[in-house]
T-cell receptor, first 111, second 109 residues
Framework: NAGVTQTPKFQVLKTGQSMTLQCAQD?????MSWYRQDPGMGLRLIHY???????DQGEVPNGYNVSRSTTEDFPLRLLSAAPSQTSVYFC??????????FGSGTRLTVV | EDKVVQSPLSLVVHEGDTVTLNCSYE??????LLWYKQEKKAPTFLFML????IEKKSGRLSSILDKKELFSILNITATQTGDSAIYLC?????????FGTGTSLTVIP
């Protein structure tokens, strides 16, 4: 049981490049979400999914796409990276009632 | 307007001190409130509070919720350097958690 696995741990992108942050969980959680964490801003919700085939926007969705083809995987796509997307990204999953299990995070720098 | 306000933003104490961290929130359809501890990496779960006035304890940490006044506190007694971290609270509104910016606690020997 690995919990929530995020890859990569670190990434540097040039402005305009695209990439996908991977997130997988093996706990059969229906709910998964992506957060970004910036200094002084706390954790802000980007997108979330309440089950396979269902996604929705959070507080800061612009510039990011998600899909949920399986219960286990919830990738986050940056189509055209911008310096404002430099941040630490966390994927998390949870049960309906209890709290989150977080991945270890991806530190993304866009230059 | 922020849904969650944590105070203080940062705190520096000496080992052995007792600290109280505050979390006030303003959410509709409130279901529960969670506290997390974040060190170098991902937040780790501390407490989930659903009922007012019932204290949850785990070792030197305890927390309580006031649903009428819309706040929660996290107490840490006899602090240790290993308690140094950012402490996040997150009320659950409907199906969404909203995180505060956190309180950064530094415990010096």
């Amino acid at each position: 049981n690995a919990g929530v696995t995020q890859t990569p741990k670190f990434q540097v992108l040039k402005t305009g490049q695209s990439m996908t942050l991977q997130c997988a969980q093996d706990m059969n959680h229906e709910y998964m979400s992506w957060y970004r964490q910036d200094p002084g801003m706390g954790l802000r919700l980007i997108h979330y999914s309440v089950g396979a085939g269902i996604t929705d926007q959070g507080e800061v969705p612009n510039g990011y796409n998600v899909s949920r083809s399986t219960t286990e995987d919830f990738p986050l796509r940056l189509l055209s990276a911008a310096p404002s997307q430099t941040s630490v990204y966390f994927c998390a999953s949870k049960t309906q009632v209890y709290g989150y299990t977080f991945g270890s995070g991806t530190r993304l720098t866009v230059v | 307007e922020d849904k969650v306000v944590q105070s203080p933003l940062s705190l520096v104490v000496h080992e052995g001190d007792t600290v109280t961290l505050n979390c006030s929130y303003e959410v509709t359809n409130f279901r529960s409130l969670l506290w997390y501890k974040q060190e170098k990496k991902a937040p780790t779960f501390l407490f989930m509070l659903t009922s007012s006035g019932i204290e949850k304890k785990s070792g030197r940490l305890s927390s309580i919720l006031d649903k009428k006044e819309l706040f929660s506190i996290l107490n840490i007694t006899a602090t240790q350097t290993g308690d140094s971290a950012i402490y996040l609270c997150a009320p659950l509104e409907g199906n969404q958690f909203y995180f505060g910016t956190g309180t950064s606690l530094t415990v010096i020997p």
